[in-house]
């Protein structure tokens, strides 16, 4: 099974930054789209943004574009999710997922076969 590996949360003030990654297993890194996606408690798992398996296209959900990046580096195995000017309601546990369909940046959480554990990311007021 593909394995994949979060790091980066932790808790920060209202405005602040925070840079999640993820490591993937594997040899095939490169095919892979590759998602962020967040549940917070109570709430349903939501989507925050994806891309391509090289990089070419990239999808943000509404409540993140302008403030949240998301990007990789193949070689290195990893994903990369920078939040800057974050907010309380960006509170969650963040996932990363991998799709093994290449060239989608899809949307749902059906879409994609690998998921990581999850990082905390709390966003005080």
């Known amino acids: 099974q593909v394995q994949l590996v979060e790091s980066g949360g932790g808790l920060v003030q209202a405005g602040g930054s925070l840079r999640l990654s993820c490591e993937v297993s594997?040899?095939?890194?490169?095919?892979?789209?590759m998602a962020w996606f967040r549940q917070a408690p109570g709430k349903e798992r939501e989507f925050v943004c994806a891309?391509?398996?090289?990089?070419?296209?990239?999808n943000y959900a509404d409540s993140v574009k302008g403030r949240f990046t998301i990007s990789r580096d193949n070689p290195k195995n990893t994903a990369f999710l920078q939040m800057n000017s974050l907010k309380p309601e960006d509170t969650a546990v963040y996932y990363c997922?991998?799709?093994?369909?290449?060239?989608?940046?899809?949307?749902?959480?059906?879409?994609?076969?690998?998921w990581g554990q999850g990082t905390q990311v709390t966003v005080s007021s």
């Open positions: 997922a991998a799709d093994t369909t290449p060239w989608g940046a899809r949307l749902r959480p059906h879409d994609y076969e690998y």
């Open positions: 594997g040899r095939t890194f490169s095919r892979y789209g």
């Open positions: 891309i391509s398996g090289s990089g070419g296209v990239t």
